[in-house]
């Protein structure tokens, strides 16, 4: 039964529907069908007589259309007709009793009267003309109602009622109206209030958690200050450091071009031009180039230190002072002596007998002697190229570095008679390793060599810029030099 009340009070109300239309629909529903119902009573009254029967129920119909308007859809006139549905129920029941002074014949004029409280509780402000619409058909009914039942008074269709009949009626039929009305209202009314209360608690709870979420996000806030403050703090050491080691990367440079370029004048003393391309992938580099003039002899060391950057500089400063200490070596005459005793200076001074560490260098030694018109060469690991005869010739250095080495091995050493005129070069691997053009490989040293054999016979300023410019073009694609850079080359 509960649901099929719910489901007739629910009738014709839609999702879509503001609370406020959803109300006074219930309402309305509620009215057509409380009449229908409290018509039902008078309907049975002298059920013998079927015309009045008849007439009776037909005061039926304004509560039923008005339950039927509001299930199609059309809510307003549904609303109008259960506003109108008591006064034209009473107005017909009314008229169809034979009503005299010494009855309630005031009672229906009451009723109707009282039912001018219903537009204000089915229909919305706003529909304002429907309200006054129907307080008008309320005064029409209520005036024109003793000349209805006058005229309605007729034998058969009306039922002289005493008054304890009378009474009981009225009195009844008064009470359960009132009470229904004033009873489903005030359901409402709860109803709302519940769904407000439950809106303002989801509103309070929303309330506290934006809240909490604020003294979170406070907190938050304030630990993020804290970590940007500590963050500005090692940000400032950083830049600090990085400002120290920049300082001291500079003055590395700076020792470092300072012993290798300087000694470059010797060169002009013996060669007729030669040309050096020196590019450390950071501020210093482990490559080095080293000059020497040892009894009117040109000595020249081309050489590639372990690791690169400021370990790379360091390793190269120990390079070039072992050379050095070789080179002035009495006891050592050829390149190749020069490089074994070299080895074996290097070995010592990082104890590399007893450790694990196998840092070093390679290098190609060179010694020119002018009043011999020879070249005594010998290399770890880089090798000489002689250009002559319109192509390169390569003298193949030893494959063990200046350091440890497992093998127990001497250096090779060359002697090549020169002519004026001819070109030799020695590089280290950081030109033929770049990695760049078009499929992101390197250079090669069979390349790099062709190259070389291409340019040779053009004075050495031009090479020098057609080599740069080849290694700039090749690294278009990566800008990312992987190694020191060095190649040196002389013409006799």
Do not use: C
Request: hydrophobic share 45%.
């Amino acid at each position: 039964m509960k649901k099929i009340i719910n489901f007739l009070i629910e009738n014709g109300i839609k999702p879509e529907f503001d609370e406020e239309l959803k109300i006074h629909i219930r309402i309305a529903n509620f009215i057509s069908i409380l009449f229908v119902l409290f018509t039902i009573p008078f309907i049975l009254i002298n059920l013998k007589d079927p015309t009045a029967a008849l007439v009776r129920a037909s005061s039926i119909l304004p509560g039923l259309l008005a339950w039927l308007f509001i299930r199609f859809g059309w809510n307003l006139p549904g609303r109008v007709l259960a506003v109108l549905t008591f006064p034209l129920t009473i107005y017909v029941l009314g008229g169809l009793l034979l009503i005299d002074d010494g009855t309630f014949g005031f009672a229906p004029k009451v009723w109707i009267l009282g039912s001018a409280v219903l537009p204000f509780l089915v229909l919305k402000f706003e529909e304002w003309k429907a309200i006054v619409f129907t307080l008008l058909i309320d005064l029409l009914l209520l005036a024109t109602f003793d000349k209805f039942n006058a005229l309605v008074n007729l034998p058969g269709l009306t039922k002289n009622l005493d008054r304890p009949q009378m009474r009981m009626i009225a009195t009844f039929g008064s009470f359960i109206l009132i009470s229904s009305v004033v009873f489903y209202v005030k359901k409402q009314i709860f109803d709302r209030n519940r769904l407000l209360n439950e809106k303002n608690q989801q509103l309070n709870n929303t309330v506290n958690e934006l809240i909490a979420a604020e003294e979170e996000l406070k907190q938050a806030n304030s630990e993020l200050q804290a970590l940007n403050d500590d963050l500005n703090t090692k940000k400032q050491l950083l830049e600090d450091a990085l400002k120290n080691i920049k300082s001291s990367h500079n003055y590395a440079r700076t020792i470092q071009k300072a012993v290798i370029f300087p000694r470059l004048d010797i060169l002009k003393k013996y060669v007729r031009e030669y040309l050096l391309i020196y590019k450390p992938k950071e501020e210093v580099g482990g490559d080095f180039v080293y000059i020497e003039e040892l009894d009117n002899r040109l000595a020249i060391a081309v050489g590639d230190a372990t690791g690169h950057g400021v370990p790379g500089a360091l390793m190269s400063m120990l390079a070039l002072s072992i050379l050095d200490n070789a080179l002035h070596n009495k006891n050592a005459f050829s390149p190749a002596e020069k490089l074994d005793f070299a080895r074996y200076l290097i070995i010592k001074t990082l104890n590399q007998e007893q450790s694990t560490t196998r840092d070093g260098f390679d290098v190609a030694l060179i010694i020119y002697d002018p009043q011999t018109k020879t070249i005594h060469y010998s290399g770890a690991n880089i090798s000489l190229y002689q250009y002559k005869d319109k192509k390169l010739i390569r003298y193949k250095a030893d494959k063990l570095p200046i350091g440890y080495y497992p093998l127990d091995k001497n250096f090779t050493n060359y002697t090549i008679p020169v002519e004026k005129g001819q070109t030799f070069y020695a590089f280290s691997d950081g030109f033929s390793d770049q990695f760049g053009g078009a499929f992101d490989r390197k250079f090669g040293v069979k390349n790099f060599v062709g190259v070389l054999e291409k340019i040779a016979d053009l004075p050495m300023d031009e090479q020098k810029n057609f080599l740069e410019q080849i290694l700039s073009d090749w690294m278009k694609t990566t800008k990312n030099q992987i190694d020191d850079i060095t190649v040196f080359g002389f013409r006799i």
